[in-house]
C-alpha cells in the first residue's frame, strides 16, 4: 500500500458565514499550486463549500486542515473538516440522496462526495463530526 | 452594506455577480430583485454568473427562488454566462437550477427574454412613458 505525505499544510478556523469566502480561496490556491485543472478545481472547492456550510448549520463552526498531499506520483489535495457540533445520528441516513435534517435541498453529503475522490465521515453523538476528503490532481 | 447592484433597461433587470457571493450578500440580492420586480414592474430578470467561479447548493438555492419569486410577480428569469466547470459540477452534485432558464451569453439570454415577454411587449412599451419614479 502507497503512503500518503504530506507537502504542504494550513488550518483555517471557521466561525461565521463570512469565513466560507476566505476560505474557498486558501482551497483554491492549493489546488492552483498542485497544478490541478479547471473542473477538478471546481468540484474540490464546491465540495469543501458544500461540507464548510454544513459544519456552520450542524456542528456551530469548527477547524478545516488543507493539506496538499503526495501518493507515489499522484498529487492531491485533502481537506478535514472537524467540529464539535451534536454529532450525526445516522450517517449511513445521511450519506442518502435526498435526505436532509435541515432545510437546505438534501443534496449535502451524497452530492458532495460524488464530487471527490475520498471521502470519510466519522461522528459521535455529543462529541463532534469529522470529514476528511481527497481530490487527486488527476482524479 | 456590501450589495449586487441592480440596474434596469427597459422592462429587465440586470444583475451581474462580480464576486464569490457569501450567503448574506446572496440573500440580500434575493429579496432586492423580487422588490426591484415589484417596484418597476420589470418583466424579466437577467442573472449574469460568467464571474462566479463555483454555484453551491446555496447559490443554487437562491438563484432557484429568484426563479420562482420572479414567476410569481410575472418576471421571467434567466441566468447567463455559466462557466462549463461550474454546469460540470452543478450536475455531478445533483442540482437542476429548476424553474430557471440559462443562456449561453448576455446577448443569448436578453434574445430569449424578449421571446418570453414577446406577445405583451408591444402594450408594455406604449406604457413606458409613465414609469418614471
Known sequence: MKMKIVLNKDSMQIEKEQDVVPFRNRVKEYAVKIGMGVVNQTKLITAASELVRNMLKYGGGGMVLIEAISEGRDNGIRLTFRDKGPGILDIAQAMKDGYSSGKSLGIGLPGTKRLVNEFDIKSAIGEGTTVSIIKWKNG | ?133
Open chain 2, 1 to 133: 452594506m456590501d450589495r449586487i447592484p441592480i440596474l434596469r433597461m427597459g422592462h429587465f433587470l440586470l444583475v451581474t455577480i462580480q464576486i464569490d457571493l457569501y450567503d448574506r450578500l446572496a440573500t440580500n440580492l434575493e429579496s432586492d430583485l423580487v422588490q426591484m420586480v415589484n417596484k418597476t414592474g420589470a418583466r424579466g430578470v437577467l442573472i449574469d454568473i460568467s464571474a462566479l467561479s463555483i454555484v453551491d447548493s446555496f447559490m443554487g438555492r437562491i438563484l432557484g427562488n429568484i426563479g420562482s419569486m420572479s414567476k410569481i410577480m410575472d418576471a421571467e428569469t434567466v441566468v447567463v454566462g455559466m462557466q462549463p466547470a461550474v454546469a460540470i459540477t452543478l450536475i455531478e452534485l445533483g442540482l437542476e437550477l429548476k424553474g430557471v432558464s440559462t443562456a449561453l451569453n448576455v446577448e443569448r439570454g436578453m434574445e430569449l427574454l424578449h421571446a418570453k415577454i414577446g406577445s405583451v411587449e408591444g402594450e408594455l412599451i406604449d406604457e413606458d412613458e409613465d414609469s418614471a419614479e
